[in-house]
């Protein structure tokens, strides 16, 4: 994984955000660890084509905060690239239901 591949994943919008120098340096580290896990043969949640979903499914121009969730649910199948949401269909994590009762 690199910054020229994840172009393919993310609206063109955002595009210019990734090659802002101080984005970048905050995004390098990241990508770097994803990288030498997938070469471990390590199982990534979520699956690499949809790390950045978050980019790809939200508007740029639309958007008023980014969260980063730390930790991604950790379920085969739950993650799907954006912060405290799962796939249709799979069970609500308990963490999850916390963030919907406030």
């Known amino acids: 994984m690199n910054k020229k591949n994840i172009d393919?994943?993310?609206q063109e919008h955002w595009k210019n955000l990734f090659?802002?120098?101080t984005f970048s340096s905050l995004i390098d580290a990241?990508?770097?660890f994803v990288t030498k896990e997938i070469e471990k043969n390590k199982t990534i949640c979520p699956?690499?084509?949809?790390i950045f979903n978050?980019?790809?499914y939200c508007s740029f121009s639309k958007t008023k905060v980014v969260i980063f969730g730390q930790d991604p649910y950790f379920q085969?199948?739950?993650a799907n690239g954006l912060a405290f949401s799962v796939r249709p269909n799979?069970?609500?994590p308990s963490s999850l239901k916390n963030i919907y009762k406030e």
């Open 90 to 92: 799979k069970p609500i």
């Open 47 to 50: 699956p690499y084509n949809e």
């Open 54 to 56: 978050a980019f790809k």
């Open 19 to 21: 090659e802002n120098a």
């Open 8 to 10: 393919s994943h993310i």
């Open 76 to 78: 085969k199948g739950v």
């Open 30 to 32: 990241p990508i770097k």
